[in-house]
């Protein structure tokens, strides 16, 4: 085993030059996958061991002025229409499908007492949500 | 909003009696005057419907409370929502700084002030007598117990879904093993005289709606009458030996063994012996239920096909040692959890460093009651220097085991017991 991992890294400094040899010489970390998280990719099994939401780093920066949502359009209406209820953490932890926004939207409109928007405002929101908190893109 | 007074901002009374007083006198007033107040304007304060008031006037959302906690993951501010890491969750009994905290709704005032006067429990519908309660009469008129409950979340485990469903995204951590006193529920109801038509309770509570509306119930869940004629069940007024805390229910709440938290009311005002299934908030639509059969991931379940969810799965947890430990390779390194499930008991657990290829049994300690979690330990040996997984796979008496991947996705993420895993490092 510790020769096929040599002859490997020799392979790998043998290619790349001066910089992998450094590397192979310190020898394998095998916590290097840890130390660097945002390099697994959801789907990799060892995402079992935090929290998905916590790596994201895909889309826009997070705007502190509309509680860190997504910096785009719509999410000024996004954040004056859900905080009358909640703060954003319950937000910015989703990634479901169009379905369930619709529902989820259903939801609170006719259970929770939600004020429901002009259409067009109701669309501007969950255009919104949809692209920024979904499993679906 | 332009139907309600637009009168002048006076000072909030400091001198009026806790409860709905503050928000009663909100209620009567503007928005503009809750913009003078807050110190700000409210942008689309048209959003809010008539008699709404915003949070952030309505009702202090507990979150100084969370200073008394250490080392959770916070989900979410308002509501309060946090989890606990698993491996702060070694202590056999939960105390208080690493006990979960999932609210649906707000702290009620009289919990922040902890006070406790005047409050009353109500058992009434389907009983041959109504029962008003009040503290004092609950200690004084029944048995007092003293047990070591589990209470979890039905979404703990939610996030390792895919696709993904909506709610807080609970890892392993919204499961905590306090020990509680009370008196049994089902004391309580049989002297209340349960009548034969009686088929579920339905618990209330004086938590407040997000939206600040006073008519709104937060969450009223309940049992089937058989499960809380069980003797496990009870109305709790300690936790560890001290008066509930704010965040976890004072001064009385349910808890209501092996079922979803939920189901576990805090802030307890109310128990609704119903002639039907339980009706209340969060006990209908996609809330706490499941699909009736097993569905593909993503899959749009009709609401009618969405049964109540009941019995919680078995699990385990890994609580020592934290993963990314590193240990010696060659020698003894020991690995401990708790294991639990909503049947009441569990048969075995099992223990795997080769990523689930072979598997050794732990020891697996007796619960000091029904419904305790059960201390497991085991010794394993990693052969050589490297990067390992340790994986806890739980047995229930009927030989369920946890599964290595995330079982029967549904809509809203409920019940995920897949197996816990953390890494050690052999050096």
Excluded at chain 1, 69 to 94: F, K, M, N, R, V
Excluded at chain 1, 98 to 126: C, S, T
Aim: charged share 20%; aromatic share 8%; hydrophobic share 40%.
């Amino acid at each position: 085993m510790h020769q096929i991992q040599l002859k490997l890294a020799l392979g790998l400094a043998a290619l790349l030059g001066s910089a992998a040899l450094a590397v192979a010489q310190s020898g394998p970390d095998p916590m290097r996958a840890l130390r660097n998280e945002v390099q697994i990719s959801a789907a990799d099994p060892m995402a079992a061991l935090r929290a998905p939401a916590a790596t994201e780093t895909e889309g826009p920066a997070p705007n502190p002025e509309f509680g860190n949502l997504p910096d785009a359009p719509g999410a000024e209406e996004t954040y004056y229409q859900c905080t009358a209820c909640h703060s954003t953490a319950i937000i910015l932890q989703q990634r479901v499908t169009d379905a369930r926004w619709d529902d989820l939207w259903q939801w609170m409109v006719e259970k929770q007492g939600m004020f429901d928007p002009e259409p067009a405002e109701k669309e501007v929101i969950m255009t919104y949500l949809k692209t920024h908190f979904s499993s679906e893109r | 909003m332009s139907d309600l007074p637009d009168h002048a901002v006076a000072p909030i009374d400091t001198d009026q009696p806790p409860g709905n007083s503050r928000r009663a006198f909100l209620r009567g007033t503007s928005l503009s005057a809750f913009g003078a107040l807050l110190g700000m304007t409210i942008p689309f304060e048209r959003n809010l419907p008539a008699g709404i008031i915003p949070v952030a006037l309505a009702q202090d959302t507990g979150t100084d409370l969370m200073s008394g906690k250490t080392g959770l993951t916070i989900m979410s501010d308002r509501p309060l929502n946090a989890e606990t890491p698993a491996h702060l969750l070694d202590d056999d009994i939960t105390p208080y700084e690493r006990m979960f905290v999932r609210l649906n709704g707000l702290v009620p005032q009289t919990a922040l002030d902890a006070n406790a006067e005047g409050w009353t429990l109500t058992v009434d519908g389907e009983v041959e007598t109504p029962l008003s309660l009040t503290l004092e009469d609950l200690k004084a008129q029944f048995e007092t117990v003293t047990k070591v409950l589990w209470v979890e979340c039905g979404g703990n485990g939610r996030a390792f879904f895919q696709p993904g469903s909506s709610g807080n995204q609970w890892t392993m951590g919204a499961i905590g093993c306090p020990e509680w006193t009370g008196v049994r529920l089902a004391d309580v109801l049989k002297a209340a005289g349960v009548k034969p038509g009686a088929v579920y309770t339905g618990h209330y509570g004086n938590d407040v709606h997000l939206s600040g509306d006073a008519e709104k119930q937060t969450i009223s869940r309940g049992a089937p009458i058989e499960k809380a004629l069980e003797e496990d069940a009870i109305i709790a007024w300690a936790m560890n030996g001290e008066p509930i805390p704010a965040l976890h229910g004072f001064p009385l709440r349910l808890v209501v063994p092996g079922y979803p938290g939920s189901v576990s009311q805090k802030y307890l005002t109310r128990i609704w012996v119903r002639d039907q299934v339980h009706d209340g908030e969060k006990m209908t639509g996609y809330s706490y239920r499941l699909p009736a059969y097993p569905v593909a991931p993503g899959t749009e379940v009709p609401e009618e096909d969405m049964v109540i969810m009941t019995v919680m799965p078995v699990k385990s947890l890994i609580t020592f040692p934290e993963t990314g430990t590193e240990v010696p390779s060659g020698a003894a390194t020991e690995v401990r959890g708790h294991a639990w499930c909503g049947k009441g008991d569990v048969a075995a657990v099992h223990v795997s460093t080769d990523f689930g290829a072979t598997w050794q049994e732990a020891e697996l300690l007796a619960p000091p009651n029904r419904f305790a979690w059960q201390r497991w330990r085991a010794n394993v040996t990693l052969p050589q220097a490297g990067y390992y997984e340790v994986w806890a796979r739980a047995t229930d008496a009927d030989g369920i085991s946890q599964p290595p991947v995330s079982p029967g996705w549904n809509p809203r993420g409920y019940g995920n017991n897949l197996q816990h895993r953390i890494a050690l490092v052999a050096t």
